[in-house]
C-alpha cells in the first residue's frame, strides 16, 4: 500500500509533522480505497491544489475553496488564522500558533 509516511511522525495538533496528514487521514489510511488515497498524495504534493498558500506560496489544496463542504483543516486543531483570509498549506499551518 502506498503511502506518503516518512517516517518521522509527530503529533502537532493533530498534523503529523513528517508528512502532515491529519490524524484522521493516517488512522483511515488502510480503510480508503486506491483512489482516496492517491487524491489525498496528490493534495499533499501539490499536484492537485485549489490555490496557493499565503505564507510561502506552495500551491495547496483546501476544500472550502475548492467549493466542497467539507475541509481536512476541520479535523486539526484550531490555529490563528493567515490575515489574508486564504487557508494556510499544511507546514505553514502546523507551524501557526494555537488560537
Ligand atoms: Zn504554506
Not at 493533530?14 to 484522521?24: A, F, I, K, N
Not at 487521514?25 to 499533499?44: F, P, V
Not at 463542504?69 to 494556510?88: I, M, N, P, Q, Y
Request: hydrophobic share 25%; charged share 25%.
Amino acid at each position: 500500500m502506498k503511502s506518503p509516511c516518512m517516517a518521522n511522525c509527530k503529533n502537532e495538533e493533530g498534523l503529523c509533522s513528517g508528512c502532515y496528514r491529519t490524524m484522521e487521514e493516517i488512522r483511515q489510511w488502510r480503510h480508503y480505497t486506491d483512489h482516496q488515497r492517491e487524491q489525498i498524495m496528490q493534495r499533499l504534493s501539490g499536484a492537485d491544489a485549489s490555490h496557493h498558500c499565503p505564507q510561502c506560496g506552495d500551491a495547496t489544496y483546501c476544500g472550502l475553496q475548492a467549493g466542497e463542504s467539507d475541509c481536512w483543516c476541520f479535523s486539526v486543531e484550531t490555529r490563528e488564522k493567515a490575515e489574508s483570509g486564504h487557508c494556510l498549506c499544511r507546514r505553514c499551518l502546523s507551524r501557526q500558533p494555537l488560537a
